[in-house]
C-alpha cells in the first residue's frame, strides 16, 4: 500500500508564506507525477499545480510567479513554496500522487490566509 502524509498548513495572514509538504512511502515504485490541489468551501477541488518525475512542472494561472512546486525523488517527497498568498487561497490543500497509473491523494491539510 501506499501512505501520504501532509504537513505544513496553518493560518497565515495576508502576504505571507508558507510550505507544504508530502511524503510518500510504501509501495512507491514508479512514482509518477505529484501535484497538489485544492477545495474551498462550497467549491470544486481543483489543481494548483503539478510536477513529473523529471521536473517538468504546470500550475494553475492563479497561482502563476507566487507558488513553487518542487520534489525529492530520494525521499518521495513534494513541496508547495507559497509566497504571497491571499485571503482566495484559503481551502484545504491536497497533494495526489500517480504510482503506475494509480492515483493517490493525502489527507488534506488546512490553509487559512486572514487578518
Known amino acids: 500500500q501506499v501512505q501520504l502524509v501532509e504537513s505544513g498548513g496553518g493560518l497565515v495572514q495576508p502576504g505571507g508564506s508558507l510550505r507544504l509538504s508530502c511524503a510518500a512511502s510504501?509501495?512507491?515504485?514508479?512514482?509518477?507525477?505529484m501535484g497538489w490541489y485544492r477545495q474551498a468551501p462550497g467549491k470544486q477541488r481543483e489543481l494548483v499545480a503539478v510536477?513529473?518525475?523529471?521536473?517538468?512542472?504546470n500550475y494553475a494561472d492563479f497561482v502563476k510567479g507566487r507558488f513553487t512546486i518542487s520534489r525529492d525523488n530520494a525521499r518521495d517527497t513534494v513541496y508547495l513554496q507559497m509566497n504571497n498568498l491571499k485571503p482566495e487561497d484559503t481551502a484545504v490543500y491536497y497533494c495526489?500522487?500517480?504510482?503506475?497509473?494509480?492515483?493517490?491523494w493525502g489527507q488534506g491539510t488546512q490553509v487559512t490566509v486572514s487578518s
Open positions: 510536477i513529473g518525475r523529471g521536473g517538468s512542472t
Open positions: 495526489k500522487i500517480n504510482i503506475n497509473g494509480d492515483n493517490y
Open positions: 510504501g509501495r512507491t515504485f514508479r512514482l509518477n507525477d
